[in-house]
């Protein structure tokens, strides 16, 4: 167990719609990333918090979003979703403020499907 | 892309054999790190080695970086059939602006008992 819950688990919904992803870091680490597994695209980073502000951007697309809260959760908004938006969506966390100075303890990851 | 690009692709071997996999990137990086995924799963990191070394090593796992090359490879010894899973190389670097952690696509990794 790394200690980052992510929920939920499994969602399937219809293009066009629009869900929201939350996660839990581990007890103490300041910094929230967010990951999109695909089989065709590997494992792409979109964005990473640390104590509530936009620390470094990826390949996020313009209709997803995300935040992080004073209680250091954060959730990833994705609207208007696409067939192609299906992925595993991890969130991970850390202690540094600087992406990937550490080690990065992942959540079980979200499974999207849209269809 | 400074994304690392894994070789091989996918690979199996007999149960104590050992496994060597490949980590190429294309910019300079801070540290390089390892990850484990087994089937479906959240990944879990392994080990990490910085810029300035060589060489580590983690029980069963030994890790080379050649900066010049910019290559790492992981080494699996006496392998086991609870290794099969997939194996990320990470690279931690300065990307438009800011560090950020890559990964490349990974070697599926099958140890046959």
């Known amino acids: 167990d790394s200690g980052v819950t992510q929920t939920p688990k499994h969602l399937i919904t219809a293009t066009g719609q629009r869900v929201t992803l939350r996660c839990s870091p581990r007890?103490?680490?300041?910094?929230v990333y967010w990951y999109q597994q695909s089989l065709d695209q590997g494992l792409q980073f979109l964005i990473q918090?640390?104590?509530?502000?936009?620390?470094a951007k990826g390949n996020i697309l313009e209709r997803f979003s995300a935040q992080q809260f004073p209680d250091l959760h954060s959730e990833l908004n994705l609207s208007s979703l696409e067939l192609g938006d299906s992925a595993l969506y991890f969130c991970?966390?850390?202690?540094?403020?600087?992406?990937?100075?550490?080690?990065?303890?992942f959540g079980e990851g979200s499974r999207l499907t849209v269809l | 892309s400074q994304q690392g690009e894994e070789d091989p692709q996918a690979l199996s071997i007999q149960e104590g054999e050992n496994a060597t996999m490949n980590c190429s990137y294309k910019?300079?990086?801070?540290?390089l790190q390892w990850y484990r995924q087994n089937s479906g799963r959240g990944l879990v990191h392994l080990i990490l080695?910085?810029?300035?070394?060589r060489e580590k090593h983690s029980g069963r796992l030994r890790v080379t970086l050649d900066t010049s090359k910019k290559s790492s490879s992981l080494l699996i010894t006496a392998s086991r059939a609870a290794d099969t899973a997939s194996y990320f190389c990470?690279?931690?670097?300065?990307?438009?602006?800011?560090?950020?952690?890559?990964f490349g696509q990974g070697t599926r990794l099958t140890i046959n008992p």
């Open positions: 910019t300079s990086i801070n540290n």
């Open positions: 991970a966390s850390s202690v540094e403020p600087a992406g990937g100075a550490g080690e990065l303890f």
């Open positions: 918090y640390y104590n509530g502000e936009e620390r």
């Open positions: 080695i910085r810029s300035n070394e």
């Open positions: 990470a690279t931690a670097g300065f990307i438009q602006g800011a560090q950020k952690l890559v």
């Open positions: 007890s103490g680490d300041l910094s």
